[in-house]
């Protein structure tokens, strides 16, 4: 098992991240206070100012390639951000079509496109079955021997997406190669500023590829996985290769490669993270306090975590015992384990979830000593 950093950004990718961030008034200066606002106790000073020089030249990359970027119903059918409260669904039509397909190993924007729509077709022409959908795109895998694949559409309403959207996936897949081109129209322009301005900022992609070089040699991808969001996930032989994308800011993106002789876990990275941080709620101040506690008075919240407190459980079990759709389940899901009151674990087929016992018991003992000590 190999770990390998990359160390040119994806031009492909930040492209599609700077259009997603503009057409929905996302920031990087927001992903920073955002990043701040959760990790900024646990943040020294010298990471503090590295944090400031990152907002200060990412802002204005962001700002130059989308400059003059002319907002058509075009852009806003491929990038408005589909309504959902889930981070690890933070999702437009854009993003699908790219992250579903896109080799990490390939950093030049045509040479990715080209890949991109290649690995597409070839995936689309043959019987698959859907898996997921997520931030990361679509999961496909190959038909099993003798298996009978569902029709398209009955495949998407299985999968944790409102429905509103599953018709969108369903004509994108349809008709692949035609959205694809009208998409690269969009792209194209911004790719060319995009790759020029890239390089204006190399110096701060060579400070994090050195740092996560340096993490790698001692830690592996799933302890990463777990120190950042509480999840667990077992032992591979899988090669991992890392990106640091840039204006992905505070958010990791993971996928794998599963059909055509794919075998390697591909990986983002945003600018702002690093291998020292923690999910965890220890020295809680009082907005954070306040905060988990606004999460759990939520009925629906609290009731998962009473439920999961009992047995290990996954989105599809906890829809049909509460009578919510799975879509909704994965939403709040998604809250518990960013909040850290929840661990997930990767089974062969599902995620599983189980209550974090030890931040629920810290966060009782931080009220309790907030309010009644003397």
């Not at 927001?30 to 030249?57: A, H, P, S, T, Y």
């Not at 190993?105 to 597409?120: G, H, I, K, V």
């Amino acid at each position: 098992m190999g770990q390998f950093v990359l160390r040119r950004p994806v031009v492909l990718y930040e492209t599609v991240e700077a259009i997603y961030q503009h057409v929905n008034g996302i920031s990087f200066t927001k992903k920073k206070n955002d990043f701040v606002q959760k990790f900024g106790q646990k943040l020294n000073k010298e990471e503090r100012e590295r944090i400031e020089r990152l907002n200060g030249c990412l802002s204005a990359l962001q700002e130059k390639v989308c400059d003059g970027l002319e907002e058509t119903p075009a852009l806003s059918y491929y990038f408005q951000k589909w309504d959902t409260e889930s981070k690890w669904q933070n999702l437009c039509l854009a993003k699908l079509m790219i992250f579903s397909f896109l080799d990490i190993r390939t950093t030049d924007y045509r040479e990715s496109m080209e890949r991109t729509l290649a690995a597409a077709e070839k995936i689309l022409a043959a019987p698959y079955v859907l898996e997921d959908v997520n931030s990361g795109g679509i999961s496909f895998r190959q038909v099993r021997p003798g298996e009978r694949p569902g029709e398209l559409m009955d495949q998407l309403d299985q999968l944790n997406i409102e429905e509103q959207y599953r018709w969108k996936i369903y004509k994108m897949l349809m008709r692949f190669p035609q959205t694809f081109r009208e998409l690269e129209s969009l792209l194209t322009p911004v790719a060319g500023q995009m790759a020029a301005a890239l390089a204006s900022v190399q110096p701060a992609v060579d400070e994090a590829c050195d740092h996560w070089e340096d993490y790698f040699r001692a830690h592996d991808f799933p302890e990463l996985l777990e120190r950042l969001t509480n999840q667990t996930q077992p032992q591979d032989s899988l090669d991992t290769y890392v990106n640091i994308s840039l204006l992905a800011g505070n958010d990791m993106i993971y996928t794998y490669g599963t059909l055509e002789g794919k075998d390697f876990r591909q990986v983002y990275i945003g600018a702002l993270l690093n291998g020292s941080l923690r999910v965890d709620r220890v020295e809680m101040t009082d907005e954070a306090v306040c905060n988990l506690l606004k999460i759990i008075s939520d009925r629906s919240k609290f009731e998962i975590l009473r439920r999961i407190s009992r047995d290990s459980s996954y989105c599809q079990a906890l829809s049909r015992e509460m009578n919510l759709t799975t879509a909704t389940i994965s939403r709040h899901m998604s809250l518990l384990l960013d909040a850290g009151l929840v661990h997930a674990r990767r089974g062969e087929k599902r995620i599983y979830y189980d209550l974090n016992r030890e931040a629920v018991t810290d966060l009782c003992d931080t009220v309790c000593q907030m309010l009644l000590q003397t």
